[in-house]
């Protein structure tokens, strides 16, 4: 019998070390442990409402460059390449001269290459840099000396000149016209139709004048947002990212642990555990809730685990202003009698080989 004591010593204590390592749970005492190699690199941080203000306050992503702001369009000009439809009262000859059965495109006068048009009895008219009413002026003033008191009307059947080009995510990609009615950056947005499923709506780049803009999108559901006013010019380019790069981790005693594509700068911790099922009610540890940002960039800063107690409904709409941001990782550690139930799920097979162990023993010795 005294032989099978140092056998049930060696299980016992090699079982010690085990009683808490069954499952995923994260030590927060080991996080900011002075002295040890990862007290520099990681910091944890309580959601609290003061944090959530100091975010709120510190989130700079809906503000756009005041150059983008302060660009208003002037009166549109007419290019190289746009076909003009020139008008003239009363003189059919002169508005048609291909017969008004043709189609109006082709009774229109195409800007040339070099920015002039031919017009009867006007001659070579340099459209280029003009305007539509210095257009009309000119045309007017010159057929006045074949017709009395022309009355002239100049507009645009197709415009070519003055374009943006889409890109990325958009629906409908490729050059976008901006004409005499302006082009919005909600305009090229709506008409690029945003493939919503696949778009980083929080990335948007616009490049112009040789600079990048970053700008998101998800700003228009914001108060004060001035997005509206926000104008394209001749040579801008969008490019909106595909979001298959940005996701959100939810792991741990969720009700299904799964990433979660980021499709912008709105999701927050509610939200994204609401879209996994929430926590697990019979597993879970409310107060053991994290969010570990910055893994990606260990090398240059630390890594910050945010820690929130999800015990109370109040925290649930604390939760609620807490924004996520791409590649962060929402853990929830399990309540401390899962951790006591999967450790006796191990211990029991254990324990009967124990037993079995010392049932051999006890027949040695009675044999002996």
């Not at 508005?95 to 290459?113: D, F, I, K, Y």
């Not at 559901?221 to 595909?242: E, F, I, W």
């Not at 037993?355 to 040695?364: F, L, P, S, W, Y």
Request: hydrophobic letters at 40%; one cysteine or more; a negative charge.
């Amino acid at each position: 019998m005294n032989r099978a004591l140092p056998l049930a010593m060696l299980v016992g204590l090699s079982l010690q070390g085990c009683i808490f390592s069954p499952g995923q749970h994260m030590d927060t005492g080991n996080l900011v442990r002075e002295g040890s190699p990862e007290s520099s690199r990681i910091e944890l941080v309580q959601i609290t409402p003061k944090l959530v203000a100091i975010e709120e306050a510190s989130d700079h992503s809906s503000m756009v460059a005041a150059e983008l702001m302060t660009y208003r369009p002037q009166e549109y000009r007419i290019g190289a390449g746009d076909l003009v439809y020139i008008t003239v009262w009363d003189h059919p000859e002169l508005t048609a001269p291909s017969g008004p059965q043709q189609q109006t495109e082709a009774n229109g006068r195409l800007v040339r290459p070099d920015g002039s048009l031919f017009y009867p009895y006007v001659g070579t008219v340099e459209a280029a840099g003009k305007t539509i009413e210095e257009l009309r002026s000119t045309i007017a003033t010159r057929l006045s000396h074949v017709v009395a008191e022309p009355q002239v009307d100049v507009s645009i059947l197709r415009f070519v000149s003055q374009k943006v080009i889409l890109s990325g995510a958009f629906g409908k990609t490729g050059q976008l016209p901006i004409t005499s009615s302006h082009l919005s950056l909600l305009d090229a947005v709506g008409q690029g139709s945003v493939q919503t499923g696949t778009a980083d709506i929080s990335g948007l780049v616009l490049k112009r004048d040789g600079r990048e803009y970053i700008i998101d999108l998800d700003a228009l559901n914001r108060k004060n947002s001035n997005l509206h006013a926000l104008y394209l010019k001749d040579g801008d380019q969008l490019h909106l990212p595909y979001n298959d790069q940005k996701k959100v981790y939810l792991l741990g005693e969720v009700t299904s642990a799964r990433s979660l594509v980021f499709k912008g700068t709105d999701m927050n911790l509610t939200d994204a555990l609401g879209s996994v099922g929430g926590l697990r009610q019979e597993t879970s540890s409310g107060k053991e809730v994290y969010v570990i940002r910055g893994v990606e960039n260990l090398a240059d800063e630390p890594v910050k685990v945010f820690q929130i107690d999800l015990k109370s409904p109040s925290a649930f709409a604390l939760a609620q202003h807490f924004k996520l941001k791409p590649q962060d990782v929402v853990y929830v550690g399990p309540a401390d009698v899962t951790r006591w139930n999967r450790f006796i799920s191990q211990v029991f097979p254990t324990a009967n080989l124990l037993r079995t162990g010392v049932a051999i023993q006890d027949d040695m010795g009675s044999e002996n």
